[in-house]
C-alpha cells in the first residue's frame, strides 16, 4: 500500500476515534453556516513538521477550508510564529482542529530532536536512521517527520529489507545459515531486498566477511573503540550501522570513527512533542 493511502486510513481511523457519531458540543454551540478562521500559534522554539499533513486532515474532512502557510515543513520556528491561517466552516474548523494538534506536536517533535542529532554529525559522513520503535499507526507520519529533520530512513517495515537481528541468526542455527537462508528465499521469490544482518562481536564481523552476500552490517552495542576496529576491518567494503544504546551525548564519538550509519530508536521512541496552538480569530 502507498505511502500517501496509509495516511488517509490513518486520517480517516483518527476521526472515527474522536468525532464517532457526531462532535456535541460544536453542533449544539455553533450555526452550522457561521464561518471564521484559526490560526496556528508556535509556543517553543523547534523545527515545525506536518503541516502538508494538516491540509490533508482539514481537505479530507472538509474540502471547502482554506489554509494559508506561513512556515512550511522543515523551517525553524520560535515562541509567537504563525505557521497557518486556516479558514472556513467553523464547526470543521474545530472537529479537526484537536487532529492537527496531535499530528503537528508528534511529528515537529520528532523533526527537532532529529535536527539536533543531524548537527552533532556534520563534518562526518555519518548519517543518523531511524528505527521500527514508532507509534502503532503513526509510523508513516513519524518516520516522514525524521526526513523533514534531516534524518534517513530506515527501512519502513518488515515488507522492504532484509534484516537479520540477533534472534533470527540464533534461531535459523547461525549466521552462515540465516545469510545463506535470505539469498536461497530472494532467489525462490524473484524478490530484490537488501540484505543486513547484525553482529554482536568482531568475531561475528569476521565470519560475515568471510561469507559475504550481504549489503549492510550493524554493529550491536559495540563501544567506539570496537566500532572503529570494525571499520578498519571492514575497509569500506560494505556498510556498516552502530545500534545500539546510543544517546545525544555519545553519537559523535561513534560518528567519528568511520561508520556510515548509526539509528537511534530516541528519534520516535520517546520524543517529546512540540507545543503549539490553534487559536480562534
Avoid: W
Avoid at 456535541?24 to 522554539?45: F, M, N, Q, W
Avoid at 542455527?173 to 528465499?185: K, L, M, P
Avoid at 549492510?216 to 550501522?241: Q, W, Y
Amino acid at each position: 500500500m502507498e505511502e500517501k493511502d496509509l495516511i488517509r486510513q490513518l486520517i480517516q481511523l483518527s476521526f472515527a476515534e474522536d468525532i464517532g457519531e457526531g462532535d456535541h458540543t460544536t453542533l449544539c454551540s455553533i450555526p452550522s453556516d457561521a464561518v471564521g478562521a484559526s490560526r496556528l500559534l508556535i509556543k517553543e522554539k523547534g523545527v515545525l513538521a506536518g503541516v502538508e499533513v494538516a491540509q490533508e486532515v482539514f481537505h479530507q474532512f472538509d474540502p471547502t477550508l482554506h489554509m494559508e502557510v506561513f512556515i512550511g515543513d522543515g523551517e525553524s520556528v520560535n515562541p509567537g510564529d504563525e505557521a497557518f491561517l486556516v479558514k472556513g466552516k467553523i464547526q470543521s474548523i474545530l472537529q479537526t482542529e484537536r487532529l492537527v494538534l496531535n499530528i503537528m506536536q508528534r511529528m515537529s517533535g520528532i523533526a527537532t530532536i532529529t535536527r539536533e542529532y543531524v548537527k552533532l554529525l556534520e563534518g562526518t559522513k555519518a548519517k543518523v536512521l531511524d528505527t521500527r520503535k514508532t507509534t502503532p499507526g503513526m509510523r508513516m507520519l513519524e518516520k516522514q517527520a525524521v526526513k523533514i529533520g534531516g534524518g534517513v530512513n530506515h527501512r519502513i517495515g518488515l515488507f522492504d529489507m532484509i534484516l537479520l537481528k540477533d534472534n533470527h541468526v540464533d534461531f535459523a542455527g547461525g549466521i552462515e545459515q540465516a545469510i545463506r537462508g535470505a539469498q536461497a528465499y530472494l532467489l525462490k521469490q524473484n524478490r530484490k531486498l537488501k540484505i543486513e544482518i547484525e553482529v554482536r562481536s568482531i568475531e561475528e564481523l569476521k565470519q560475515v566477511l568471510l561469507l559475504g552476500g550481504v549489503d549492510r552490517i550493524m554493529l550491536d552495542n559495540f563501544t567506539p573503540e570496537k566500532t572503529r576496529e570494525a571499520v578498519d576491518l571492514v575497509g569500506g567494503s560494505v556498510e556498516l550501522e552502530s545500534s545500539g544504546g546510543i544517546t545525544f551525548d555519545t553519537i559523535r564519538s561513534y560518528a567519528e570513527t568511520g561508520v556510515d550509519f548509526i539509528s537511534v530508536g530516541a528519534l520516535t521512541h520517546s520524543v517529546k512533542s512540540l507545543d503549539m496552538s490553534l487559536k480562534a480569530i
